[in-house]
């Protein structure tokens, strides 16, 4: 079975924080993709990344960035120099090697960046 | 860039009643998706769809529910007759190939209020 666990409930930062969300995941697949997705306070679910199994490079992008750890089955997250718009919550998601099949999401943590 | 479009952003139903949310997937998208997220919860996956078949469903989606994609642009899920359980935000999703586990494109979401 696949499962997604956050652990962070909740984070509050204050502007300019670094701050990194931890996601822990389960899987028996060799081949599996993790995904990361930000819901706003609209509620829309917006895509961040996308990284498979056999790609463990970390990856920046502006201030995000990815640390994909397969030894530890870890997909964290951070952000640099955080900022108020980034005050959302964060799921962390895996997903089989299979077209169509479920993304399995974590809980959520929330992020909260005060000024 | 294109988006997925559900409508009603908002729908409040009578225990009992049927109710039908509507999306309307990005054109050249050839699968599709429904998830929901209970208030404060994860989001979770009900059915994903391709080809006019469903692809995957999970054990929430039981009899009660059932998807259509009437007219080759709407994608459609409907509940027979609602629970109050069923309150939650349901999001559309689509994605563009067969290929696995593109991104997926997410929809701002319907509110379902089951009173």
């Known amino acids: 079975a696949q499962k997604v666990t956050q652990a962070q409930t909740e984070i509050s930062v204050v502007e300019k924080e670094d701050v990194t969300l931890d996601c822990v995941y389960e899987t028996r697949d060799t081949t599996y993709y993790l995904f990361w997705y930000k819901q706003p306070p609209s509620g829309e679910l917006v895509f961040l990344i996308r990284?498979?199994?056999?790609?463990?490079q970390n990856e920046i992008s502006g201030r995000y960035s990815w640390n994909f750890q397969k030894s530890t089955s870890s997909f964290n997250f951070t952000i640099t120099a955080s900022q108020v718009v980034d005050s959302a919550v964060y799921f962390c998601?895996?997903?089989?090697?299979?077209?169509?099949?479920?993304?399995?999401f974590g809980k959520g943590t929330t992020l909260s960046v005060s000024s | 860039e294109p988006e997925v479009t559900q409508t009603p952003s908002h729908q409040v139903t009578q225990m009992g009643q049927e109710v039908i949310l509507r999306c309307v997937p990005i054109?050249?998208?050839?699968?599709f998706y429904w998830y929901r997220q209970i208030l404060g919860q994860k989001v979770e996956f009900l059915v994903s769809f391709y080809n006019n078949e469903i692809s995957e469903k999970s054990e929430i989606f039981d009899d009660q529910f059932s998807v259509e994609r009437p007219d080759g642009s709407n994608f459609t899920l409907k509940i027979r007759s609602t629970k109050l359980e069923d309150s939650a935000m349901y999001f559309c999703?689509?994605?563009?190939?067969?290929?696995?586990?593109?991104?997926?494109?997410f929809g701002s979401g319907t509110q379902l209020s089951v009173l």
């Open positions: 054109s050249n998208h050839l699968y």
């Open positions: 999703a689509s994605s563009e190939t067969v290929r696995n586990n593109e991104k997926l494109f």
């Open positions: 990284r498979n199994s056999f790609d463990e």
């Open positions: 998601a895996l997903t089989r090697n299979q077209a169509g099949t479920a993304l399995i």
